[in-house]
Every structure is written in structure tokens, then in C-alpha cells.
């Protein structure tokens, strides 16, 4: 070992994951570098090799799988995704999320949807719509691919930075025409973060709810997935007044450790998960209506 | 197997010129091109990605390069403030209108706003004003207040569409 860093660039996925199975530890994955450098500038963490991972054409672009999913590489920068033609017609709910990420043009140029949910940051844009949308991902790790639901790497911490996998594609059902969709950010600091966010995906038949997905992030150390409140308190309902307010009270209830940050104390970030709850879903209802 | 490398050989043209370096893993492009090629216009304000004020473009795009790893760009194109003039020495459109319209005071954080403008104006030639802010959103000013910003952006618009104005 070393005392300085030492750096590595395969040229294919396979040789990434062989040289990061080989580390015994302290091999960082580095592409777009956007989430890691702060940390290394700052002195947090201080890698003993870098496996840059921004060379692997098998990790870039942006398809449709013979199964009918859109498959985005894992090296997609958020600019793609606010761009793409196949991402703004088959998952506006994610192109428009996109937008509202922070950082600015130029941390959109050049940070990786592999990067973001890797980073399982609760107060990124990234994980909540692609959560709502019950997205699938994939990893490459030693030999072994594994696909598994996001909800589930979500759940699971030793996906964040610093693992031996490489994820490589996020898989996405295209969204039905004339589903409703709406991303509600609540910013209450100058910053780059929300203080809630919500993503809302809504069905109607006949003017009343006939299915709904809302995901609220920003509140808690976890994204929290109030699809079953809110399809137990609204399917069969008109979006009323009255139906939004019963909605605010379910989300805010299932925030049982709300943060309490930069961004605002926790008693407040709880009642505001409610509120962006609400606002998403008349959004997306509203679209839905609309379409 | 890969080779690990305690240095990494990479080739960039800067602002039209080409260059061999050497640089250490961990090091930011910011760093390299503050210390090993001596173009300080690019400006370092937190190195956490916050401020803009080390904005430069990377490959066409613009980007923070602070937190550009500079060993992960074996290969690129890179054009700092530095970079914007014309060869005759005079200022770009949208230097001279940020000059007219006092868009800076100190000019911490031109770099981040020029690049900002630049890259804005070239897919949206006719921004609104919440476009200009959000373009905006990645640089922080600690002088202006913002408002002569927006103003340059408008002027800088209006001068890229007419170049000869008279
Ligand atoms: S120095 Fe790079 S964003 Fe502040
Ligand atoms: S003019 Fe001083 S930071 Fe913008």
C-alpha cells in the first residue's frame, strides 16, 4: 500500500469488476465525480484507488430492452435525461425531475443517474420518481449481474459508495398514456435541497382515482413509498379538497423520525410531506384530466 | 488486469493548445489547471461544488472543476475564462455585455456566470427571465444582488441575435 492514491481505468465492465473484487478494500467506483470530490476535497474520505468507470461503453446510453423497458445507462448525466427524446415521451415524470435536481448546468452536465442513486442521498431528486415508477437496477459485481427492484438497493446501505458492485442500468416500464404525473419540490433555503419532495403518478377512470403511486422524499433519512395510504384513502374517490386533506394527514403520519436540518426542523418538514403530498397529486390528477 | 497508476499521462487541448501532463489521482481539474498551467481566471470558492466560481467547459459542456476528477479526462477539451477573448484581445459578446451592463463588481464568480450564459444562450437564444435565473443557479455572487446579472444575460441576448447594432 501506498500513501498516496493510485488510479485505474478499465476498459471494460468486466475488468472493472474483476480489479474492484481484487481490492480488499479503500477502491472507490469514480465517474462524473460529482458526489465523491466534494468529499475528497474536503478531506472526508481519502480513497486508496479510484476505479474510474467513466470509459465503460457498456454503461452508457439510453435503450429500449427487448422486454419493452427504457434501460438508462448508468453514466446518463441529468442533461440526458432532461433531453433525451425517449426519456421526455415514455418518462416525463423523470426528465421533468431532472430539471429540479441541484447544482446548477454544470453539475447536471456531468452527474451520473448511477452516481445519484448511489449516493442514497435522502435529499436528492433522482430516487423519488424513479421509486414512484417501481424502476428496476442492475448491477455488475465480480461475475454475478443481479437485477433487483430499487425499493429493494434503497433499503439495502451497502450500495452506497464505496461498494465492489458497479451498477449499470436502470430499467423503467415506459408510463401508460394518460397517466397523471406531478414532482412537487419544496424549497425553503437558498440551497440546492427541498425540504419535502413528492412524487405522484395517478390513474383515473371516469374522473375518480383508479390507481395512484406517491413517494416522499427530503423528510426522512429514507424515501418514504405512501402508495398504500394514499390508494387506500383515495381509489374510487374524487380528488377533492377534502380527499387532499385527508391525504396530508395520512403522509405526514407515516413520517415517524422526520430530519431536521439545514432544511428545515423536523416537526415542520413532517407537516410539509403532507402538503407536497397534497400538491403532487392535484398536479398529477390535473395532468391526468387533462391528457 | 489493469494497471494501477500512481500518476495518470493525460492530453488536453486548453484554450486551443495542447497539453502532456502528468497529474495524481485525487486531484481536481481546478487544482491542475491553477497550478501546473498557471491559468488562474478559474477561481476556487469551496471545492465542494456550491459556487461556480471554478466554471469552465469540458468537451463542450460547461462544468465545475472542482469537482472534475482531472485523471478521469485522459482525453479533452477544455476552455477557461482565459479562453473567451477574441485573438485580437477583445472581449467575447457576452463579456461585453456583462462590461456594459456592470454585471460584475469584484468578478469572483465571472467564471461560473460567463460559462453560464454562454451555455444558456446557445440552446435558449431567447431566455426568459426564470430561464436566465435558472441557468444562473449553479454560481453563486456574493456582489451584485443578482439584478445586473440578469440584466448582462438580456444584453448579451440581444447582442448574440444582432451583432451590428446601430
Ligand atoms: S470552487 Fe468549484 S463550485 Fe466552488
Ligand atoms: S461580482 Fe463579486 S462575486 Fe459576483
Not at chain 1, 488510479?7 to 473484487?21: E, G, M, N, Y
Not at chain 1, 481490492?23 to 458526489?35: F, P, R
Not at chain 1, 430499487?150 to 446501505?157: T, Y
Not at chain 2, 460547461?62 to 476528477?69: E, L, T
Request: include cysteine; hydrophobic fraction near 45%; glycine fraction near 10%.
Amino acid at each position: 500500500m501506498s500513501l498516496y492514491p493510485s488510479f485505474a481505468r478499465p476498459r471494460t465492465l468486466a475488468d472493472a469488476a474483476t480489479l474492484l473484487a481484487s481490492l480488499a478494500s479503500g477502491g472507490v467506483v469514480i465517474a462524473g465525480g460529482q458526489e465523491l470530490m466534494p468529499s475528497i476535497n474536503q478531506g472526508v474520505l481519502a480513497p486508496e484507488v479510484y476505479v474510474d468507470i467513466g470509459g465503460l461503453a457498456e454503461l452508457r446510453g439510453i435503450t429500449e430492452t427487448p422486454e419493452g423497458r427504457v434501460g438508462i445507462g448508468a453514466l446518463t448525466v441529468h442533461r440526458e435525461l432532461q433531453t433525451d427524446p425517449r426519456v421526455r415521451a415514455q418518462l416525463p415524470l423523470l426528465a421533468h425531475a431532472a430539471t429540479r435536481a441541484g447544482g446548477g448546468r454544470q453539475v447536471h452536465n456531468r452527474g451520473t443517474i448511477g452516481g445519484n442513486l448511489v449516493a442514497q442521498h435522502p435529499l436528492y431528486d433522482i430516487a423519488p420518481p424513479l421509486l414512484a415508477l417501481e424502476a428496476e437496477v442492475e448491477w455488475v459485481k465480480g461475475r454475478e449481474t443481479v437485477r433487483q427492484p430499487l425499493a429493494a438497493m434503497l433499503a439495502d446501505s451497502r450500495h452506497g459508495l464505496g461498494s465492489e458492485a458497479i451498477l449499470t442500468r436502470v430499467l423503467v416500464v415506459p408510463m401508460a398514456d394518460g397517466l397523471g404525473w406531478a414532482y412537487e419540490k419544496l424549497k425553503a433555503s437558498g440551497g440546492a435541497y427541498g425540504s419535502a419532495n413528492a412524487a405522484a403518478l395517478v390513474k383515473l377512470k371516469e374522473g375518480r382515482v383508479a390507481a395512484v403511486r406517491l413517494v416522499v422524499g427530503a423528510v426522512a433519512d429514507r424515501l418514504i413509498d405512501a402508495s398504500e395510504a394514499a390508494a387506500a384513502l383515495l381509489v374510487g374517490r374524487r380528488f377533492d379538497a377534502e380527499a387532499g386533506a385527508a391525504l396530508a394527514g395520512a403522509v405526514s403520519a407515516l413520517v415517524a423520525a422526520p430530519l431536521s436540518d439545514a432544511q428545515g426542523p423536523g416537526p415542520w418538514r413532517q407537516a410539509m410531506a403532507g402538503v407536497v403530498a397534497q400538491r403532487a397529486l392535484a398536479a398529477a390528477v390535473a395532468r391526468a384530466g387533462r391528457g | 488486469m489493469d494497471d494501477l497508476a500512481q500518476s495518470v499521462l493525460v492530453q488536453w487541448r486548453v484554450n486551443g493548445v495542447l497539453h502532456e501532463l502528468d497529474v495524481l489521482p485525487g486531484l481536481s481539474l481546478l487544482d491542475v489547471l491553477r497550478e501546473q498551467l498557471n491559468l488562474t481566471g478559474t477561481h476556487m470558492g469551496c471545492m465542494t461544488g456550491h459556487c461556480g466560481a471554478c466554471t469552465v467547459m469540458i468537451d463542450g459542456r460547461i462544468a465545475k472543476s472542482c469537482i472534475a476528477q482531472a485523471a478521469t479526462l485522459p482525453r479533452a477539451e477544455i476552455r477557461t475564462i482565459e479562453g473567451l477573448m477574441g485573438p485580437d484581445g477583445r472581449l467575447s459578446p457576452v463579456q461585453q455585455a456583462f462590461w456594459d451592463e456592470a454585471g460584475f463588481q469584484c468578478g469572483y464568480c465571472a467564471p461560473g456566470m460567463l460559462f453560464s450564459a454562454i451555455e444558456l444562450l446557445a440552446e435558449t437564444p431567447d431566455p426568459t427571465d426564470a430561464e436566465i435565473d435558472s441557468a444562473l443557479a449553479g454560481s453563486l455572487c456574493r456582489c451584485t444582488g443578482y439584478q445586473s446579472l440578469r440584466r448582462a444575460v438580456r444584453a448579451a441576448a440581444r447582442a448574440l441575435k444582432d451583432p451590428n447594432p446601430d
